[in-house]
């Protein structure tokens, strides 16, 4: 009997457990169509208050709900007061179950209208649904969204966040979080909120500064003076890690100045021509790159990743071919008549443009960018974009495997041979129109392959190279006529000064005052920062 009466209490105390799940499932599901019914009003105070009952009622359909708010493709019917979503395809969603909605078309409802105070709590309440998402980086972007936020309601839900992450990313942005809401409300504690301070100072970044600087009216003194000092702080040091980001910048400009002129310091440098055409090597570079990209997409889409590496040779080739054909048929006839050679070679600019507007019509090209060139990453308060990144370390590659051509091939050594006295070197036997013809050859392949990599970050049109011609010359002459390290010294200190002036003088006068400097430059040192020696030259 003992036995048989304790498994009685047992089954009656599971039917109980049952019974009232069931009761709490049934009014959660209430809860949330009642709190849905609130989109119906088309008042803001209603919306605010469905979109606070939903996130709170537990539905795993909630989140989808506030997304489509958020994203304008929440929809409610005036007569029947059902609500419905609009997925990305078009196809309208019965909000309560998911299901296919029969009957409705877009045309008979009302979009939920929203506000930007609105648009904050949307924020706040998405946050709070994914704070404890499977996924690392819904857990993040949740965090800096209730950052931003600073809604009090999300604090429970920031606590049991924290007591769970493992990701040490994470925890921090959460910690962050849970620190601007704690300094959001007037009726935290002192202590609390000075903590709070702390946390925020840490971070320092702009962001920072703007929640520091925007502290609640009742906000007590000490933690006034403690978010002052730490915005004072914050911006000191704000300071220095801008300084890092405009010389990276002035990397990267520099960068992309050495990849177009370092052809031309070779040309100009063993040949003393003036050659305008250099930017459209450069432009037919870019073109080249295009050409192999369209082929890719057409034939073999798996290939794009590879399409840039396919590119460079072709894009050598090219140029370097075309570049020996103008130095045979052109450039030869004119040595020692450097007007003439100006003019000959600037109406061969146009002539290019204009061939190449005809071939792939005057609108700007599309070149895409493979994977491993896309995104960005963070140092510090520093942003590295990939593509840029990628491209100073192309522009250093090609720098030393020019300067070990000149130095450690037979090539190199009859270059610089003629570049330092064009006279004797003939008399010891070299062929001096055949280094010329190379030369302008060599020069023209590496604009060739300047032109693939300034196709990721820059228009790829008929006119590309114009923009760079005249900064190669300016460049060539301050680093020194024919001199790689004078090149690539000019680039990176330009580059880098441009990107200090921009700030204060504007893009346009920040090249103004470069031009005037470098003028002011030339006339104490006329050889440029590295003056080549030789008989010839110093002659």
């Not at 702390?198 to 600087?213: K, P």
């Not at 007590?220 to 911006?235: E, F, G, K, L, N």
């Not at 002035?250 to 960068?255: E, T, Y």
């Not at 109406?347 to 204009?354: E, H, M, R, V």
């Amino acid at each position: 009997m003992h036995v048989l009466r304790e498994r009685v209490i047992a089954l009656v105390t599971a039917l109980g457990v049952l019974v009232a799940a069931g009761a709490g499932a049934g009014a959660r599901a209430e809860s949330f169509d009642d709190a849905l019914a609130g989109f119906a009003g088309d008042s803001y105070s209603d919306t605010e208050k469905a979109i606070e009952a939903i996130a709170a009622s537990g539905n795993p359909r909630a989140a989808i709900v506030i997304g489509a708010l958020q994203d304008a493709r929440l929809f409610f019917n005036a007569g029947t007061k059902k609500v419905y979503v609009k997925t990305e395809s078009g196809t309208l969603l019965d909000a309560a179950t998911g299901e296919a909605a029969a009957g409705e078309t877009i045309s008979d409802l009302k979009l939920v209208r929203i506000n930007n105070r609105l648009r904050r709590a949307i924020e706040a309440s998405l946050g709070s649904l994914t704070l404890l998402a499977p996924d690392p980086a819904r857990r993040f972007e949740a965090a800096q969204a209730v950052f931003r936020s600073r809604d009090a309601a999300a604090l429970p839900a920031l606590d049991a966040a924290l007591a769970k992450e493992t990701d040490a990313g994470v925890k921090r942005a959460l910690t962050e979080a849970r620190a601007a809401v704690i300094l959001n409300m007037s009726a935290a504690k002192q202590a609390d909120q000075i903590e709070a301070v702390a946390i925020i100072r840490a971070r320092a970044d702009q962001d920072a500064v703007a929640l520091l600087s925007a502290l609640p009216a009742a906000a007590s003194p000490a933690v006034t003076r403690a978010a002052r000092d730490a915005v004072a702080a914050i911006q000191n040091g704000l300071v220095l890690w801008e300084a890092a980001q405009n010389a990276w910048y002035g990397l990267s400009l520099g960068s992309v100045l050495l990849l177009a002129a370092i052809g031309l310091a070779i040309t100009f440098g063993v040949m003393g021509v003036i050659n305008m055409a250099h930017g459209e090597m450069v432009m037919l570079g870019a073109y080249t790159t295009f050409a192999v990209q369209e082929l890719i997409r057409s034939n073999d889409p798996a290939l794009f990743g590879y399409s840039l590496a396919i590119a460079l040779p072709l894009a050598f080739l090219v140029t370097g071919t075309i570049g020996i054909l103008i130095e045979r048929t052109i450039i030869r006839f004119l040595y020692g008549r450097p007007l003439e050679t100006l003019l000959a070679t600037w109406g061969l600019s146009l002539i290019l443009q204009q061939a190449v507007r005809t071939t792939f019509g005057p609108t700007n090209r599309e070149v895409g960018a493979p994977s491993w060139m896309s995104g960005a990453f963070e140092v510090g308060h520093i942003t590295v974009t990939y593509n840029r990144l990628w491209i100073i370390c192309f522009a250093l590659v090609v720098f030393v495997a020019l300067l070990g051509l000149l130095r450690f091939t037979r090539l190199g050594l009859e270059m610089r041979a003629v570049t330092q006295n064009r006279v004797m070197a003939a008399a010891m036997g070299i062929r001096t129109s055949r280094i010329d013809a190379l030369t302008f050859g060599l020069g023209s392949g590496i604009a060739g392959i300047a032109g693939v990599a300034l196709s990721q970050i820059d228009n790829v049109s008929p006119h590309l190279g114009q923009g760079y011609i005249i900064d190669s010359f300016m460049l060539v002459v301050f680093g020194g006529v024919g001199n790689l390290w004078g090149t690539l010294v000019g680039a990176f200190s330009l580059g880098i000064a441009n990107k200090f002036l921009e700030p204060y003088a504007g893009a346009v006068l920040a090249k103004i005052l470069i031009l005037v400097l470098i003028i002011l430059f030339i006339q104490k040192r006329p050889r440029g920062l590295f003056a080549l020696r030789g008989r010839a030259v110093e002659a």
